[in-house]
């Protein structure tokens, strides 16, 4: 649905919300009945690539090209997913074998977050590996509360999970 002038073109049309690569924040509708994306012709780029990468065998590669479209700064956490003392993708390979020390900026949360180039920016909504000095750097110690939550709550539901699958 096009309307006259350049800046809404798109307008009126329905975000397609599950895209499979911008999860709606491009504001495009689904590009045709049953697919997995948005009509928006960088999330068509992406797909592509994460489905040859898939096929490959190769999952980081995806998620790379993913990561590397979206903003880079974290604004606000929405929920905090995981901690990695040390993400695989980052070790050489003679340290995957024999392991190494641990490091203050090894530390990366899983996070979903909203993530923009500056503050003014809306951002884009999504998940994603954040080394640990980037949000001390980057968010108010408000923000940073939901982090120590969820540190606080993790120790308590692996220890319920492992009592749960012992006995299942």
């Not at 980037?134 to 009592?163: C, H, I, M, P, S």
Request: net charge positive; glycine share 8%; charged share 35%.
């Amino acid at each position: 649905m096009a309307s006259e002038g350049g800046s809404g073109r798109h307008q009126g049309e329905v975000p397609f919300m599950e895209c499979d690569v911008c999860e709606g924040s491009r504001k495009r509708e689904r590009k045709s009945p049953g697919s997995m994306i948005c009509k928006h012709n960088k999330c068509a780029k992406l797909y592509r690539i994460k489905l040859q990468a898939r096929r490959a065998g190769s999952p980081t590669h995806a998620a790379a090209a993913k990561e590397d479209d979206a903003p880079t700064r974290c604004h606000k956490i929405h929920d905090v997913l995981g901690v990695s003392m040390c993400l695989p993708e980052r070790m050489s390979a003679s340290e995957k074998r024999g392991g190494r020390g641990r490091r203050d900026d090894d530390i990366s949360i899983q996070v979903r977050a909203n993530f923009a180039e500056h503050v003014k920016d809306p951002g884009v909504f999504t998940t994603k590996w954040v080394p640990l000095g980037d949000l001390v750097d980057e968010l108010e110690d408000a923000e940073l509360k939901k982090l120590e939550t969820f540190l606080k709550d993790v120790k308590g539901k692996v220890n319920a999970a492992q009592k749960r699958l012992r006995t299942a």
